[in-house]
């Protein structure tokens, strides 16, 4: 008999303990195995953490016990899911995330292997069915078997779907002179580019690449202009762990940036690359999981998730773009990639590189410090000068265009030579959709999401309203539907509004959108670059999605079409964000031998964001940025989290969120600042109203069993939900 304890898989903190079972079964079961029980009257799978072997009945452990215990229904699993190392690396996240450990168990694991009941129906192993020849005799045959035989012989190998004879070859199986064999096929086509040869690194990239291997440090920075050569810095490290026996981790922040990414790694490296990231199908990524769990790749590309990849001894990981906020999980667990990546370097004794041509505040701060290794690239590439920057004020009338009140004389002069020389140019406005909201002239009505209370934005091409928080959509109406009048107004625009503006001023131009409309479609987003890059189209447009990582050599004027989307959001963040996304889209053009421009339209032009972004200047936008955060008490001088009162009713959460403030006001009454309650930008989420209480601290091990008894006081409440984010980003 063997006492099981396991977690089961509802994501419900009140859950986040193990529950006693028994198996008497037969099957191997261990730490690390899913299994199928009855919970709470429903079928349900299990994770294992114990087992315990006994020779006692099931009547003397209840005994023992003086409680029924039940029997497991069944072991799913030949093996366990997870090694040592990314099971340890699952405590540390729960606990330093405050998190269920089955969430981030179930982040951690693609869904076909995800400890969910789901994951039963999800996809397994393909196989790819071949013929081969297990005993030649050709006596007693026809000559069509004969043929088929000597055929198979000869090719000693020969897929089953290949061979239309089927009744022949079920002939020759049946007498037992052939036989069906399978293999393990992949479900997912990589590529296959062309070997491009090695260039030789420069000699600040080669400076680079010495003084990290001669450290013994455990976490870099490595901040390097755009154009510097960042990604031949981390191709030249891995090749160098990978004849040290190593392998690497390369993760970059969104799925727009994969492609590249990927590309520059398998025309470097070949069949020892997989992929992991959410545009996957699940069969891809059981695919690509096993793929590396084998042992048949020991270099993984892919986004956030790719951090918990399989991969044994590894060497190196790098963070592409590092200040990105996609790397931080905005559902539980809250993770953040760079601290988990931190985490398990620390495990496999390797190192962490983080790399930005603007890096976040906090990283660079520890840069500064020597927490991190700061290493730079200060040059483009064979000495390529920054872009030409021009900052044009929307404010003064006289740079408007009478015929477009999108694009100012400036910017539409510029694209029109651009076109003339045959030149790319990219056109940046980090909105999508046609209009930002569309309300009636004569009531004021605003058309709003059900679910979120935030204006919906009017999408043209499939003339829909839709919720860019929630993902709500519903179709666009002609009339109000408060007063019925058909005077509606849409205020505002974004990528598709941009489109529809370039064709009308310039009806030669090929265009292409990319945006997270447009890459709803799977290979799309790699389709666009790709098409792009060959010069199938003379504009791109889109959101901060073609903002950072591409290399279009032939781009050599880049239009920030409206800066200031971002500076007036309610958020600490919201002039670093600014400055990193103005900063990105500029390095985007004169990458190649032409020289380039860019033209930043603003209302804002003397805010230092801007300026700063458009000189390329980090170093004094870094100064300026940290003065302000020191004053306001906000990272890398304080540590933060969020806590997040949400429910059906306003009245239980304005009270939940004031007793809670109270008992955190007692509790970390020396140790934390408490701020709250406050309303949200999105104040009505998923149905619910939401309440905000942010605390500020220093020393995360002073408050961390305080906000857990937070969690633990609420535990079994149905009405109220509390959720705490560590290190939260969107404030």
Do not use: W
């Amino acid at each position: 008999m063997k006492i099981i304890e396991l977690l089961i898989e509802r994501n419900n903190y009140s859950l986040n303990r193990p529950f006693s079972y028994l198996y008497s079964g037969n099957k191997k079961v261990g730490e690390g195995f899913r299994v199928l029980v009855t919970f709470n009257h429903q079928s349900l799978v299990g994770y294992v953490t114990k087992v315990i072997e006994t020779s006692e009945t099931k009547q003397e452990i209840e005994n023992r016990l003086g409680f029924s215990i039940s029997e497991i229904d069944d072991v799913i699993d030949q093996s366990a899911l997870l090694s040592k190392d990314l099971l340890d690396l699952a405590d540390q996240i729960a606990d330093y995330y405050l998190a269920s450990k089955i969430s981030v168990l179930q982040t951690m694991l693609p869904p076909s292997l995800s400890p969910r009941r789901s994951s039963l129906k999800a996809p397994k192993i393909a196989y790819t069915q071949y013929v081969e020849i297990s005993k030649y005799d050709e006596s007693d045959l026809t000559y069509k078997q004969i043929e088929l035989l000597r055929l198979i012989k000869e090719e000693k190998k020969v897929k089953k779907s290949e061979i239309k004879q089927v009744s022949i070859l079920n002939k020759l199986i049946e007498k037992g002179l052939v036989k069906i064999t399978k293999e393990e096929k992949s479900r997912l086509e990589l590529p296959n580019y062309d070997v491009t040869p090695i260039p030789s690194l420069t000699s600040d990239q080669q400076k680079v690449v010495d003084e990290f291997l001669s450290s013994d440090d455990e976490v870099y920075l490595l901040q390097g202009v755009t154009g510097s050569g960042k990604s031949e810095v981390y191709l030249s490290l891995s090749e160098k762990y990978l004849k040290d026996g190593k392998s690497v981790l390369m993760l970059v922040p969104e799925i727009s940036l994969t492609p590249m990414m990927v590309r520059n790694f398998i025309s470097r490296f070949h069949d020892n690359v997989a992929i992991l990231h959410s545009e996957l199908t699940p069969a891809e990524k059981y695919d690509e999981y096993r793929k590396i769990a084998r042992g048949d790749a020991k270099i993984v590309v892919g986004a956030r998730s790719a951090i918990f990849a399989p991969l044994p001894n590894i060497g190196l990981i790098i963070l592409d773009e590092e200040h990105v906020e996609s790397y931080k999980q905005d559902v539980s667990p809250f993770y953040h990639a760079k601290d988990v990546a931190i985490l398990r370097a620390k495990a496999h004794h390797a190192k962490v590189l983080l790399g930005s041509a603007t890096p976040s505040l906090e990283s660079r701060a520890r840069g500064q410090k020597g927490v991190y290794h700061l290493l730079r690239l200060d040059k483009r590439i064979n000495e390529q000068p920054l872009p030409k920057t021009t900052i044009v004020n929307l404010s003064d009338y006289h740079n408007i265009d009478k015929e477009s009140y999108i694009f100012s004389h400036k910017l539409r002069d510029a694209i029109k030579i651009n076109l003339e020389k045959g030149n790319q140019t990219i056109l940046l406005i980090n909105r999508r959709g046609f209009s930002s909201s569309v309300s009636c002239r004569s009531c004021g009505y605003i058309f709003k999401c059900p679910t979120c209370s935030i204006p919906l934005t009017y999408h043209k091409k499939d003339r829909m309203l839709k919720c860019h928080h929630c993902n709500y959509v519903e179709e666009a109406v002609d009339n109000c539907p408060m007063c019925g009048s058909k005077y509606l107004m849409r205020s505002g625009f974004g990528t598709e509004r941009i489109e529809e503006e370039v064709h009308r001023l310039f009806p030669e131009a090929r265009t292409l959108r990319l945006d997270s409309d447009s890459a709803k479609i799977r290979t799309k987003i790699s389709k666009t670059i790709e098409a792009f890059r060959n010069k199938e189209a003379d504009i791109l447009i889109g959101t901060q999605m073609i903002a950072k990582g591409h290399d279009f050599p032939d781009v050599t004027l880049v239009g920030v079409v409206l800066a200031d989307i971002g500076l007036s959001l309610p958020s600490y963040r919201s002039a670093e964000r600014v400055f990193e996304l103005v900063t990105q889209a500029v390095g985007r053009c004169g990458r190649g031998e032409k020289k380039g421009e860019a033209i930043i339209q603003t209302y804002s032009p003397s805010h230092y964001a801007i300026t700063m972004a458009a000189r390329q200047d980090y170093d004094v936008f870094y100064a300026r940025e940290m003065q302000a955060r020191k004053v306001q008490g906000y990272p890398p001088y304080m540590y933060l989290a969020s806590v997040t009162v949400s429910s059906k009713s306003e009245e239980a959460v304005i009270d939940l969120t004031y007793q809670l403030i109270d008992k955190l006001n007692f509790m970390l009454k020396d140790n934390a600042v408490i701020l709250g309650p406050t309303t949200p930008y999105v104040p009505y989420q998923n149905n619910s109203y939401v309440r905000l209480i942010l605390i500020k601290y220093k020393n995360y091990d002073l408050v961390h069993d305080s906000l857990k008894k937070i969690l633990d006081s609420n535990s079994g409440k149905s009405n109220v939900s509390i959720s705490i984010n560590i290190d939260p980003y969107n404030l």
